[in-house]
């Protein structure tokens, strides 16, 4: 019997929150209703700000932690209305929370990951189940704790016949790597490097825009040859999967202290190097990667950025970028998608997590589950 589930999703973009109810029949997912909604201005420069150390931090990130909840709240109430269900015929809310710390395996051999997000209060005031902190168990396994899509990506997209990438631009890159359906052969995924991140903070910077809408202003400067290879120095890029990265490294004072040697370079020049970057890294991790793929299917806010699509596909001419609007789940639409599979999974007692991905132990069943 299908069962109906909300997924809800605030990236490391900080754009806001992207919601989806679905309804799982276990043969993957349908998507009934999206909404996306942008995040209030303080909450984003708190939620912001909650990522690098600062003062009265544990206060700030509780009421953080209570304003993205109430955030979701909001979107699952628009979600009920576009469909017109109450909230008893939806089963479960699998809720990811904001990331504002991700380091896993980091100073005591276990590390942690901090997704601010009050579930009790979302439960209360959605009066459905919540299942949240679905990062943390896979931490404690030994694993990366991210990325958690790939294994949502084999379910929805995999083929019979065919292997494929899958290449989630968010705020941070990740690449899934899916093998044909039924081989012998394990799912991999892993953080490529900056996604969005580094793109809108310049864009931000320089002119008062959110993000670079389409990649146009990237797409009218050059490519600097000297900042490009510095960028690309940074350690992280070299390391084999499994990995794992976020805003805990690729952040403003990161890229400052890469354009310090290069002085007076234009605005525009820089947008159209740190968006070389972004491509590059996704190309480069495909080539080794994922060499049988045939297709690599873009979905997160990049797959509308017509200038980093079009990197891509010069980085990779054998194969055939597309949005993963052609398998038939829109771009913003699909780490949603993946919260809510999560949340089914788990309520099931079904692992959700790949050892192959994450590099724990093996693989676990996710979050905690706050009642209705």
């Not at 579930?119 to 990366?144: K, M, N, T, Y």
Request: proline share 6%; aromatic share 6%.
């Amino acid at each position: 019997m299908a069962e109906r589930f909300i997924g809800l999703m605030s990236g490391t973009s900080l754009d806001g929150v992207d919601g989806v109810l679905a309804e799982d029949a276990g043969q993957g997912l349908r998507v009934l209703a999206h909404v996306a909604a942008p995040f209030d201005a303080a909450l984003r420069a708190e939620l912001l700000a909650l990522n690098t150390p600062g003062d009265n931090e544990l206060h700030r990130a509780a009421l953080a932690a209570n304003g993205v909840a109430l955030a979701y709240a909001e979107v699952v109430r628009r979600l009920l209305l576009q469909t017109g269900l109450a909230p008893a015929q939806v089963r479960a809310i699998g809720a990811h929370g904001q990331t504002v710390r991700h380091q896993p395996q980091a100073f005591d051999g276990v590390g942690y990951t901090l997704q601010l997000l009050n579930p009790s209060l979302l439960a209360e005031r959605c009066g459905i189940a919540v299942v949240a902190d679905l990062r943390s168990r896979d931490l404690a396994a030994g694993g990366q704790g991210a990325p958690l899509v790939p294994a949502f990506h084999q379910a929805q997209f995999g083929q019979p016949d065919a292997a494929l990438a899958v290449l989630n631009l968010g705020g941070i890159s990740n690449l899934s790597v899916l093998p044909p359906l039924g081989q012998d052969a394990a799912v991999l995924g892993f953080d490529c490097g900056p996604g969005n991140a580094l793109l809108d903070l310049w864009c931000q910077r320089h002119r008062g825009q959110a993000y670079d809408a389409d990649g146009a202003w990237a797409a009218s400067g050059q490519v600097h040859a000297g900042l490009l290879a510095a960028l690309r120095a940074e350690p992280f890029f070299a390391l084999p999967p499994p990995k794992s990265t976020g805003r805990d490294l690729f952040h403003a004072d990161w890229l400052a202290a890469r354009l310090a040697p290069f002085p007076g370079l234009a605005p525009a020049d820089v947008q159209a190097t740190l968006a070389e970057l972004t491509a590059g890294v996704c190309v480069d991790a495909v080539r080794a990667h994922a060499p049988q793929a045939t297709r690599l299917a873009v979905c997160g806010g990049g797959a509308f950025n017509g200038d980093l699509m079009r990197r891509l596909q010069a980085g990779l001419p054998g194969l055939q970028v597309l949005s993963s609007q052609a398998l038939g789940l829109p771009p913003q639409q699909v780490e949603a998608a993946a919260f809510a599979w999560l949340a089914s999974r788990t309520l099931r007692g079904q692992t959700g997590s790949l050892a192959s991905v994450t590099g724990a132990r093996g693989a676990r069943v996710l979050g905690a589950v706050y009642p209705a």
